[in-house]
Structure formats: C-alpha cells, structure tokens
C-alpha cells in the first residue's frame, strides 16, 4: 500500500533524471562520430571552394543527427596551418578566404601541416523533456548547448594545372579556389 506512491516518486524524480542524463553522452558520441567522418570526406574534396559546398548543402547527417535528439545550430569551416618545426607557429584561416603566400606550402618559412577544422554547434536534447518549476536545467528541463570541433589533415596540396591565369604567373593552389 505505501510502495506504490514511493516507487512512483522514484521513477518520476530519481529515474527518469538519471535515465535523461544517461542518454546525454551516447547523443554527444553519436554527433562526435558522424561530425568526425564528415569532415574527413570534406578534407578529401578536390578544391576549398567544394568542401565548404559539401558544408552548405550536407543534409543526410542533420537529418540523422536531428532523429537521434541532436539540432545542429551552427558550422564552421576554419583551415588550421602549423608550422611542423614549431608547433607554436600557427594561424586559423576563415573559409572562404584564401592562404595568405608566406603560408602556402611553398613558402620559405615552410614546411607547414594543413588541417582542416569543423567547428559545430548543437544543442543535445535529453531523452524526456522535464517540466520542473526550476527552468533551464539543462539535460532535465532544456537541451545542452555543446560545440563540437573536429579536424582532419588538408589532403589536396597541388595547384590547379587547369586554372585560368596569366602568363608568368603561378598556378593557384587547390585550397585557395
């Protein structure tokens, strides 16, 4: 008589809070996992200008992560250049803009290593949405608001024999176009 309203109080406030706070990292390594193959298949695109296309119209893997609970509110594509002999020189570059010179891979400060960096904001949404009289507990009574980046070595570091340029001058890079 006396154990069925203490085994709903702890469904209700011990359960369910711990089963919603369970669901959070599994949600956050299934968005880890799909974000970390997706910037792979955009580090092997031909040209920069075709990985940040490949960005802007990816709809598969939002639509797959939006039915495992997690909404994708933002991304970003930076392409990270550090220099291999010191680390500590470096610089982020904002796509689309092109690789200043003194950074391409033929410069005389060279060599360099090429990442390219995804930087993605989501919001993860817990398993049961609590309707609690304290607000904004997040992963109980809204969703947690998680960046994740993620990074993959630039595989394309030749020039575009095809391009249009003028004569004497050098072939563009493909990660400038």
């Known amino acids: 008589m006396e154990f069925g309203p203490a085994l709903v109080i702890f469904i209700v406030f011990v359960f369910v809070p711990l089963l919603d706070l369970g669901v959070l990292p599994i949600r956050y390594a299934i968005a880890y996992n799909g974000l ?32 495992c609970g997690v909404e994708v509110t933002q991304a970003r594509l930076d392409l990270r250049i550090v220099n291999k002999f010191n680390q500590e020189t470096q610089v982020v570059i904002p796509e689309p803009s092109p690789v200043p010179k003194e950074w ?3 410069a005389v400060n060279g060599p360099f290593l090429y990442d390219l960096v995804l930087t993605t904001d989501m919001k993860i949404s817990p398993l049961f949405m609590m309707s609690l009289p ?9 969703p947690c ?3 994740i980046a993620t990074t993959a070595p630039w595989e394309n570091l030749g020039r575009d024999p095809n391009a249009q340029i003028s004569p004497g001058a050098d072939y563009p890079y493909y990660m400038n176009e």
Do not use: C, Y
């Open 104 to 106: 391409q891979p033929d």
């Open 36 to 67: 970390n193959q997706f910037i792979h298949r955009l580090a092997m695109a031909e040209k920069m200008s075709d990985a940040e296309r490949m960005l802007k119209n990816e709809r598969t893997l939002i639509k797959f992560l939006m039915s």
């Open 145 to 147: 608001l998680v960046t």
């Open 134 to 142: 304290w607000e904004g507990i997040p992963g109980l009574t809204s």
